[in-house]
């Protein structure tokens, strides 16, 4: 099975072209962290959580400045009906208030340089884009 931790390069334009830019979005994230951060910088050290922590650091203040949130942060007990290999650390939802929010953020320079601690901190990741049903 192929690594999934960042974004398909032609996954972002699919979903801007779906759905119009003041859409809300309720992003699903499924973390999977390794055990040692696989930085490429020698002066980056520690665990993958410790990785996360500094990119999440970030990243939630980009979140909030674009006016989403944090909705939900949860550590993965068990596995009721998913495969094995679906095993994850921890579930977080986060809600932008449109596309254009979201996009904006990972457009924000100090954004984008974080991302660097994300994937040196993950094993595995989903990133699923959900909008409320009616």
Known sequence: MTRTVDPVANQLPALLAALPADTPLVMLNLLRFRAQAAYRDPQWQGSGRDAYARYAAIAMRKVQEVGGELRYRGAVKGLLIAPE??????????????????????????????????????????????????
């Open 85 to 134: 290999a679906e095993a994850w650390d921890e579930v977080l939802l986060v809600r932008y208030p449109s596309v254009a929010a979201f996009t904006a953020m990972l457009a924000m320079p100090d954004y984008r340089e974080a991302t660097r601690h994300r994937t040196a901190a993950l094993d595995e990741a989903r990133l699923i884009a959900t909008v409320a049903l009616d």
